[in-house]
Nanobody
């Protein structure tokens, strides 16, 4: 019923930038929260950044000052601008959305398929 499609990953040198996008589609009444997580090989998935409907944002300490999350409510899309990338930022990045399918439904959680970000030293 709901799909999250990420794009924008790739290979970049250390110090470079990438911009990730995640578009939500399907049966959506409202989106309460959108966020980005990442999972490096052999590690658990970790939260990176999040944005609420009031445009309040939060960041993990490891990316604060380098990454910026934003959203376009009209397009149900969230972005992650990643600057000053480091090799330790290498991971599969996943989009997450917490939304209502209708005014009468409970909040549901949805994940995208992930996009690979590789930062070379």
């Amino acid at each position: 019923q709901v799909q999250l499609v990420e794009s924008g990953g790739g290979l970049v040198q250390a110090g470079g930038s990438l911009r990730l996008s995640c578009a939500a589609s399907g049966r959506i009444f409202s989106i309460n929260y959108m966020g980005w997580y990442r999972q490096a090989p052999g590690k658990e998935r970790e939260w990176v950044a999040g944005i609420r409907s009031a445009s309040s944002t939060d960041y993990a300490d490891s990316v604060k000052g380098r990454f910026t999350i934003s959203r376009d409510n009209a397009k149900n899309t969230v972005y992650l601008q990643m600057n000053s990338l480091k090799p330790e930022d290498t991971a599969v990045y996943y989009c997450n959305a917490r939304l209502l399918n209708s005014a009468y439904d409970l909040e549901t959680y949805h994940w995208g398929q992930g996009t690979q970000v590789t930062v070379s030293s």
